[in-house]
């Protein structure tokens, strides 16, 4: 009985997946930060692009997913890591904990979507900005911030939430942002006084755009695709990238050294670049890393590239322990608990 029902799962699966037998398949265990909602097609893209793979998605958040792989550098469990910020895989490179490999047809890709040193290592996917949710039926009578120092007048106190930095990498990249684009001492103090202003620190990048939809909280702090997102649903927002610029990051993904399936996970990383990937990146982010396949969708704030400030995903690398460190110091403790 045991014999015949194994046999009928694989006759089934070597249906379900034409040329393929399961015994033919490469087990590759891929972490990644990608949110449910957008990996669940990127998960069948990869099925019907490499159907060699047998792929195992490991999915947290960009803080946990950094933090899990660096504890894990003496013995790396994962083959690639797909969907998580430049500035984590930066860290890695340094690390000397990703393979060398440039995939094919990379060198179509934008720029800045490259790594630009040797030896190659990443490849960006898409760019995401971070954003300010206002909602406007709750504002009673205050006015939509224009800058991020309008965020400070007393009128907005209780009624903000963020990213956890140390969490969520749109956490991260609105706090690197303020002190790259400020410099570090106006950083700090425009931080301390938004804190006051802070109702709390959420531990997910799109939650405190979501809260300011509802109406639970004025402003969230959140991504710009989801500000588009909740927009585009009916929720009385605007979204508004303010006028000193805004910090942004992007996905990327990486071999990483010492995968014993190194061929398809290769492979993968070769599909990754590609244009039909980077359609699917665009239907989460307005910025995507293959030339044309941008598709900002409705109610996407203008002006998405003149607000990016010249970013540093060096620097954001570089300082992200001692900076998120700091960060935790002054302002943990408005932190929401962990789920």
Not at 153 to 174: C, D, E, N, R
Not at 247 to 261: D, L
């Amino acid at each position: 009985m045991k014999t015949w029902l194994t046999a009928g799962i694989a006759a089934a699966f070597a249906l379900a997946t034409p040329g393929v037998a399961l015994a033919d398949k490469t087990k590759v265990t891929v972490y990644t930060a990608l949110e449910n909602d957008q990996l669940k097609p990127f998960k069948a893209a990869i099925e019907t692009a490499v159907p060699e793979a047998d792929v195992v998605w490991v999915r947290d958040s960009t803080g946990v997913i950094t933090a899990r792989f660096l504890a894990e550098k003496d013995n790396p469990r994962a083959d690639m890591v797909v969907g998580l910020a430049a500035s984590s895989l930066l860290m890695f490179e340094k690390a000397g904990l990703l393979e060398t490999y440039k995939p094919a047809g990379v060198d179509k890709l934008k720029e800045v979507f490259r790594d630009n040193t040797e030896p190659y290592t990443w490849t960006g996917m898409d760019a995401f900005l971070g954003a300010v949710c206002f909602n406007t039926a709750e504002a009673g009578g205050l006015a939509a911030p224009k800058s991020w120092k309008d965020l400070l007048q007393p009128g907005f106190k209780g009624k903000i939430v963020m990213p956890h930095p140390a969490s969520s990498g749109t956490g991260y990249l609105l706090v690197a942002g303020w002190l790259q684009g400020m410099g570090e001492e106006e950083g700090w103090k425009f931080m301390d006084g938004l804190h006051d202003n802070i109702a709390a620190y959420l531990h997910s990048g799109s939650a405190p755009c979501v809260q300011a939809a509802r109406g639970e909280q004025l402003v969230g702090l959140a991504l710009d695709m989801r500000g588009a997102s909740e927009k585009t649903k009916g929720a009385p927002i605007e979204v508004i990238f303010p006028t000193e610029g805004v910090g942004w990051e992007m996905e990327a993904s990486a071999v990483v050294k010492g995968s014993k399936n190194l061929e398809v996970a290769k492979k993968i990383a070769d599909w990754v670049a590609t244009e039909d990937a980077n359609k699917l990146f665009a239907k989460t982010y307005a910025v995507v890393a293959y030339p044309g396949a941008d598709n900002p969708p409705a109610n996407y704030p203008a002006g998405a590239d003149k607000a990016m400030i010249k970013n540093d995903l060096g620097w954001m690398a570089d300082n992200r322990e001692r900076v998120l460190a700091e960060w935790s110091r002054r302002y943990e403790s408005k932190a929401a608990p962990k789920k």
